[in-house]
């Protein structure tokens, strides 16, 4: 019921049109979270026996190897691009990106993927606070209303109990991170 109520605030506040309507560019973020979603099921098991840290930075150099082909125009373009815009491509590469991936790879291998999912709900709300105290854009009362149902559902999925308490999610116990001994007293 919480995943249902959080989907529609974020139908709600996604389709409401905006300044440009609904367009082609949405139906690339649709896919863009199809593929996500993918990834946030693929790296269940990885974290079985590798750390957040390890899984995140196996992703990206695998997408960054994907990329290749594309380097040598790529080249040209920073050399030839504002340093403002240089500067804030590597801001996105590393912090959004890069941290983002440990972090969530971190809470996956300690929650269900479910559980650990049912926090994007919120980023459509976010966006919506950031573009306007960021970036000045006033949301319509739709989006706005789009946020409230987004956040009931989100307080809706932390309300519900899961079914089996005690054991890890999906069966999967996270990898151990390196730790010295402990020194005895």
Known sequence: MGSATALAGCALIALTGGETGYSVA???????????????????????????????????WAGTALLLPLAPGALGEVVRAPLDATLAALYLGLLPSAAGFVVWGYAVARLTVTAATAALYLVPGVALVVAYLWLGETPTLVEVAGGVVTLAG????????????????DGVTPAKETASPARPR
């Open 154 to 169: 989100v307080v809706l999925l932390g309300r519900a109990t899961p079914k089996r308490r005690g054991a890890p999610a």
């Open 26 to 60: 949405a139906w690339a973020v649709m896919g863009a979270a199809v593929v996500q979603a993918v990834y946030h099921f693929a790296i269940k098991p990885l974290l079985r026996h590798r750390t957040g840290l390890e899984v995140a930075c196996y992703a990206m």
